[in-house]
């Protein structure tokens, strides 16, 4: 071609290093390189599989009392014959299948609650951030009001009236949490606003819609993603401490927060009805934690090609047809 | 405080293509109204190459912005008229104006890499106001998009559609840019700084292909620089802004050849030349005005070295100098051949 691309050619080939296309496997690959985020990742896999399919995967009725078999510890056999890797708690109910029905409680309302604190936290933030005026400034004076609220004081007053149940805890978090987002959310437009490439958007022809869309909040995902598993654990604990205080899920369901509460009693004769459902909650929030900050680096664009791409010397890049 | 008529309109023949009247752009600021744009006129002919040359401030960027419907309303205010194909686009719909950008004018900026999103491929970037108005396929659009890439020389353009911005060097990317401002065929491209954040040899490559694509679509071109050595060789006509009005317009031999207005000569005289004597560069005292506390009279006169007792009360308006050149002072002789 003509002297112009001579001048260019160097520069292609440095481009090549981080061109190389980013597919479904380079993630999976990723994911196995980082080895604390695998841990978590497969943790959380199989919490989430154990949620599910608790009805057929759990080894005893969550709820049939034996008394028979009461207050069996972890690793041990019942008098009739039944091995109970957790134990048994006060009735006789095994505390392993017990736990992945709680699992399916505890894990249902932090995704839940999260996604719609979420899209109601991001949507108000973002359109404050956006269009700011009266609409900002009403909104973020009740996102500072809310976040001086003593939230678990609130619930409990909420639930009171409202009465406790699955429904009325996401109710309550939605209220409770949108703040976090929509103040990142509008913290993040109001950066991403300034930048040339809104600009350019706009100068191109985009309509207000399309510049959210397509322009603003792919960029921002990065990091709501990282608050959003936070805040699953964060809502994970919630619940159980209003489950602990008696608002939350109620009995015959059952949540890891609800077992603490009613293994407490227990405490002096039969540590695990507590400390199991307390090492499920700790070790959901530490992994949910440690997969948030793979996230983080996965899911920003100018960032992941270095964790995406194969470490070097195992793939050298293609050389260009240029 | 006297306004340009709008009979004085500057510049070129039948029917130009954009012709701005008496533009004006404030801002509210906490510290009071601050003036970007006090008051500018100009047209631009189909096909035209205008400079528009200034230092930072002058309000050479703001004042596209304005036409381009760019500023913030509040905090800015735009007035005036800006006529395009005998329209006002500053009082059309919203609606209207969204859909004259892109389509008729359109704008590429000085840091491509910022101006391109970096959580989009460029090839999306490149179609998505084609696919947007054209209410084509995504197939259709990214056809669209390896075309533009060719045309605007980017080597391989098949494998590169799918690359995202931070994989391209800041060259290539003003391509990109470039080729998103093409993609509906605009009648007008607005170049706001576009090779300044390019080192020298790039600047060069962008700027041929510049005058390669104007010479193949017909397209007009307003070059927003801070660089002479750049209108010198790429413009048919030139205006140089001071402190927010036009000090000078002249085609562009004329400018070079005969530089009315001080500053303009300034200008001039502090750029390095290849043929002239070596040695410290010219350069001019004292700094441009600050938006809030312009000068009485002519804006230029605490600077100037010619200054005479009118220009300290009196602001000169654009007179005519020669054939199509104007320049507003008041000691700046006609037809000057120094």
């Known amino acids: 071609m003509s002297a112009v691309d001579a001048t260019t050619a160097p520069q292609v080939e440095e481009d090549h290093d981080r061109a190389a296309a980013i597919t479904g496997r380079a993630y999976l690959s990723a994911l196995m390189r980082d080895r604390v985020a695998f841990v978590s990742a497969v943790f959380l896999g199989l919490l989430l599989i154990a949620a599910a399919g608790a009805d057929f995967l759990a080894p005893f009725d969550p709820d049939k009392a034996n008394l028979r078999a009461r207050f069996v510890p972890p690793l041990g056999t019942a008098r009739d014959g039944g091995f109970h890797l957790l134990g048994t708690d006060e009735l006789g109910r095994d505390l392993f299948s017990r736990l992945m029905h709680g699992a399916r409680v505890s894990m249902s309302i932090g995704l839940l609650g999260a996604i719609c604190s979420g899209i109601a936290g991001i949507t108000l933030g973002v359109l404050a951030g956006f269009y700011r005026g009266l609409l900002e400034d009403l909104l973020m004076r009740a996102v500072d009001g809310m976040m001086a609220l003593p939230s678990l004081l609130i619930a409990l007053f909420i639930l009171f009236v409202i009465g406790p149940g699955f429904g009325n805890l996401i109710l309550i978090f939605t209220l409770l949490h949108w703040m976090v987002f929509a103040r990142m959310a509008r913290s993040l437009t109001l950066t991403h606003q300034q930048s040339t490439y809104i600009t350019a958007a706009r100068a191109i022809g985009g309509s207000d819609a399309r510049i959210i869309l397509t322009h603003l909040l792919p960029n921002m995902v990065s990091p709501l993603i990282v608050l959003f598993t936070l805040e699953i654990a964060v809502l994970i604990l919630s619940e159980a401490s209003l489950s602990f205080l008696g608002f939350g899920v109620q009995a015959p369901q059952s949540s890891w927060g609800l077992m603490i509460a009613r293994g407490r009693e227990y405490i002096s004769s039969a540590w695990w009805l507590v400390v199991m459902p307390g090492a499920a909650i700790f070790l959901t929030a530490l992994a949910l934690n440690l997969v948030a900050a793979w996230a983080r680096a996965i899911t920003d664009p100018v960032q992941r090609w270095r964790w995406l791409t194969p470490p070097r010397g195992k793939n050298q890049p293609i050389d260009d047809d240029e | ?338």
């Not at chain 2, 004006?24 to 601050?34: D, I, K």
């Not at chain 2, 065929?185 to 170049?191: C, E, V």
């Not at chain 2, 390669?212 to 002479?228: F, K, N, P, S």
């Open chain 2, 1 to 338: 405080m006297r306004a340009m008529q709008p009979s004085e309109t500057l510049g070129a023949t039948p029917a130009p293509l954009l012709d701005v009247r008496d533009l004006r752009v404030t801002f509210e600021t906490p510290h009071g109204l601050v003036k970007a744009v006090g008051g500018v006129s100009w047209t631009l002919a189909p096909g035209e190459t205008l400079g528009i040359i200034g230092e930072s401030g002058s309000g050479k960027s703001v004042g596209l912005e304005a036409i381009m419907g760019l500023i913030k309303t509040p905090p800015g205010h735009v007035s005036g008229e800006v006529l395009f194909e005998g329209r006002n686009v500053l009082t059309m719909p919203e609606r209207e104006r969204r859909q004259l950008r892109g389509e008729k004018i359109a704008m590429i900026f000085q840091d491509a890499m910022s101006a391109l999103n970096p959580s989009l491929t460029v090839g999306t970037q490149i179609a998505e106001v084609y696919r947007l108005r054209r209410k084509c396929s995504q197939a259709e659009a990214e056809r669209r998009a390896i075309e533009l890439m060719d045309r605007v020389k980017i080597p391989s353009a098949k494998t590169r559609v799918g690359n995202y911005p931070h994989e391209f060097s800041g060259g290539m990317c003003q391509r990109v840019m470039i080729a998103t401002a093409l993609a509906l065929g605009p009648q007008i491209l607005i170049a706001d700084e576009p090779t300044t954040a390019l080192d020298v040899t790039v600047q060069r490559q962008i700027m041929t292909l510049l005058a390669e694509l104007q010479r193949e679509d017909g397209m007009a071109l307003v070059l927003i620089t801070h660089d002479l050595g750049l209108v010198a060789e790429t413009v048919d006509r030139a205006m140089v802004m001071y402190a927010g009005r036009l000090v000078e317009s002249a085609p562009v031999s004329s400018l070079f050849d005969a530089p009315s207005h001080p500053y303009t000569r300034g200008l001039i005289r502090s750029m390095p030349r290849i043929d002239g004597a070596s040695g410290a560069l010219h350069a001019i005292g004292g700094t441009p005005p600050a938006a809030g506390r312009m000068p009485k009279g002519c804006a230029f006169h605490p600077r100037c070295e010619m200054r005479v007792d009118r220009c300290r009360v009196d602001r000169p308006v654009l007179r005519p100098m020669d054939r199509d050149h104007f320049a507003a002072c008041h000691i700046a002789k006609e037809t000057p051949r120094d």
